[in-house]
T-cell receptor
Framework: ETGVTQSPTHLIKTRGQQVTLRCSSQSGHNTVSWYQQALGQGPQFIFQYYREEENGRGNFPPRFSGLQFPNYSSELNVNALELDDSALYLC????????????FGPGTRLTVT | RKEVEQDPGPFNVPEGATVAFNCTYSNSASQSFFWYRQDCRKEPKLLMSVYSSGNEDGRFTAQLNRASQYISLLIRDSKLSDSATYLCVVYWEGAGSYQLTFGKGTKLSVIP
């Protein structure tokens, strides 16, 4: 077990709606990264939070935003959903100071219709 | 040019075969390298790190050539349970942040 959980497991939304995905990790995982994985592709880096501040971002528009909380949980928010946002969304947690290894959650599969 | 490129696959091999995956990366400042394994509809899981001297973990051997910006993974004596997608991953760290860049993945099917 990675100690990283995500909710919900699956989600169906309509184009133009907003969605919030959640991730929870164990104590000590002070860094969380979010990835988008479209079908047949590798995960694409969205952004990263360290101690509740965003400190890295991939090539995603501002309608993708996030939060990290003191209890090691995190949120990914996507506004104005588009059909191309349909993907598996993965969060990965890590103790930045001690290990390279990231622990992935099981992902949330988002379908936008 | 994509940041991390892998063999397109899929690879369909019989049990017991040896199979090799290749990967190239474009960012010469990349610091660490990994192979992840991803089972169908599951999250990626770290398979092994890749070191310049080459490293082995049981039936798996990983190699890195920094000059050529090339990474490889060799699987010997393939098992049915090796069937998965193998992701080449490049790690960069700097200015208090880091990023993992994933290849598209190569799908392996081991056939009885």
């Amino acid at each position: 077990e990675t100690g990283v959980t995500q909710s919900p497991t699956h989600l169906i939304k309509t184009r133009g709606q907003q969605v919030t995905l959640r991730c929870s990790s164990q104590s000590g995982h002070n860094t969380v990264s979010w990835y988008q994985q479209a079908l047949g592709q590798g995960p694409q880096f969205i952004f990263q939070y360290y101690r509740e501040e965003e400190n890295g971002r991939g090539n995603f528009p501002p309608r993708f935003s996030g939060l990290q909380f003191p209890n090691y949980s995190s949120e990914l928010n996507v506004n104005a959903l588009e059909l191309d946002d349909s993907a598996l969304y993965l969060c990965a947690a890590r103790d930045f100071s001690s290990s390279y290894e990231q622990y992935f959650g099981p992902g949330t599969r988002l379908t936008v219709t | 040019r994509k940041e991390v490129e892998q063999d397109p696959g899929p690879f369909n091999v019989p049990e017991g075969a040896t199979v090799a995956f290749n990967c190239t990366y474009s960012n010469s400042a990349s610091q660490s390298f990994f192979w992840y394994r991803q089972d169908c509809r599951k999250e990626p899981k770290l398979l092994m790190s890749v070191y310049s001297s080459g490293n082995e973990d049981g039936r798996f051997t990983a190699q890195l050539n920094r000059a050529s910006q090339y990474i490889s993974l060799l699987i010997r004596d393939s098992k049915l349970s090796d069937s998965a997608t193998y992701l080449c991953v490049v790690y960069w760290e700097g200015a208090g942040s880091y990023q993992l860049t994933f290849g598209k993945g190569t799908k392996l099917s081991v056939i009885p």
